[in-house]
């Protein structure tokens, strides 16, 4: 306690010797951070509000909607987000990209307004005074800050515009992706369908007609709707595996889904140990009973059956990317644009002048208490202060020394 009594002393003492010093010294500094803080120049930023994206309608869940059956193409339904990503930080990721800022460099001619010697430099300029917020709602903050208030509003806003093409672009050519690989399948598709219709035409001219009971029909389309299923599934186990990891849920639920489908099928051809009155032995006739012409028939009419399925479907699915490929619509949603700031940013001139009046007074006192130690030691202990002014006087003359020696 005694000690602390004493430093407080000591401070006290040295604040009071030294009040001259310190009031002149926190004035000058004071001062002078009024002057330099009036002459910086004033900064703007301008701020556009985006709100979150909101969960777009993909491909595959039009085509629910409209009643189809395994239309699960995900390709081009969206990115595949890390876990803890949301959209806002994805859409946040692509504002600060180096693409946004050269597009608003170009639409804004910031090369000229900059005053930048390359168009690398304006977009390094563009970036260093922007930034991207994701706040917790999802809500996406875009600020651009300048000297110029008019230019600080038009350069937010061009970002948020830019932020909206690109997404949009990229939508687009992920429908198109899609298109492209549902065309091929329906390529495949038709000619399959018509070597299906040409092999049955020409078993009924060689075997003439063969009628089939209601229970034979109902198999027939059971196994076609299976295989259609099937097909179907197994297309769209291969998208998910090109834009997903093996371990996602999807994947699995997909693979097993196939896999039931499977022992459906082999059930239907060979037999189902279920008893008779279940409710699926209607439909689980084994084609292994059937005559051998029956069932060369049942295959032909049933491979049919299953490309028709498969053409209405991929035919839907076609159609349904075409529309989302001519779509042009706003992706992003803005709550508030930019409008030219009326108050400044910075400089916070009254923050400097507080700054600098509060270090200007702590350090004149820590060098005030420095010099009454130094003096006390000089008194008290003269020969090592002696000691201490020949080494330090030995350091001048070599430093000095050595300066005039350089310079001549």
């Keep these: 306690m005694a000690e602390k009594k004493s430093s407080f002393i000591i401070i006290l003492r040295s604040m009071i ?70 959209p806002s930080d994805l859409l946040a990721t692509i504002a600060k990209s180096r693409t946004v800022a050269e597009r ?33 709602e999802g809500i996406i903050e875009i600020s651009y800050e300048s000297k110029d208030r008019q230019l600080a509003a038009k350069v937010a806003n061009s970002i948020a515009k830019e932020l909206d093409e690109i ?8 429908a198109r992706d899609l298109k492209d690989f549902i065309e091929e399948e329906l390529k495949k598709n038709r000619r399959n369908l018509s070597t299906a219709e040409e092999a049955l035409q020409e078993f009924q001219r060689k075997h003439k007609a063969i009628s ?33 990891s093996a371990n996602h849920p999807d994947i699995i639920t997909l693979k097993y889904k196939i896999s039931e489908i499977g022992k459906k099928l082999t059930q239907l051809q060979e037999g189902s140990a279920q008893p008779a009155d279940s409710a699926g032995a209607f439909l689980a006739i084994p084609f292994s009973d059937l005559p051998e012409l029956s069932i060369r028939y049942l295959q032909l009419l049933r491979e049919l059956k299953k490309e028709e399925t498969l053409n209405e479907a991929l035919s ?3 159609e349904q990317a075409n529309i989302m490929e001519a779509k042009d619509t706003p992706t992003i ?20 002048v507080l700054t600098a009046m509060i270090l200007s007074f702590f350090v004149t006192l820590i060098f005030s208490i420095l010099f009454d130690k130094w003096r006390e030691f000089k008194t008290s202990r003269s020969e090592s202060y002696r000691d201490i002014s020949v080494l330090m006087g030995l350091l001048r003359r070599d430093f000095f020394g050595f300066k005039r020696k350089k310079v001549e």
């Design 17 to 86: 010797m030294h009040r001259g010093l310190i009031i002149v010294n926190v004035f000058a500094v004071t001062v002078a951070a009024i002057v330099i803080s009036m002459l910086l120049p004033e900064w703007f930023r301008a701020t556009v509000v985006v709100l979150p994206p909101e969960k777009s309608e993909s491909l595959s869940e039009i085509a629910l909607s409209m009643g189809k059956q395994s239309m699960a193409l995900t390709a081009g339904a969206g990115f595949a987000l890390p876990v803890m990503a949301s």
């Design 212 to 244: 089939l009971d209601d229970q034979t029909s109902a198999s027939i389309q059971a196994a076609a709707d299976l295989y259609s299923q099937l097909t179907l599934d197994q297309i769209n186990l291969k998208v998910l595996e090109n834009t997903h």
């Design 167 to 174: 997404n949009r672009l990229h939508n687009t050519q992920k």
């Design 316 to 318: 839907a699915q076609y």
């Design 104 to 136: 608003v460099t170009d639409s804004l001619n910031l090369v000229e307004k900059f005053e930048s010697s390359s168009r690398e430099s304006a977009v390094g300029q563009l970036r260093d005074k922007m930034s991207v917020h994701v706040k917790a």
């Design 333 to 352: 949603s803005v709550l508030d644009w930019a409008v030219p700031p009326i108050a400044k940013f910075k400089p916070r001139r009254a923050y400097i």
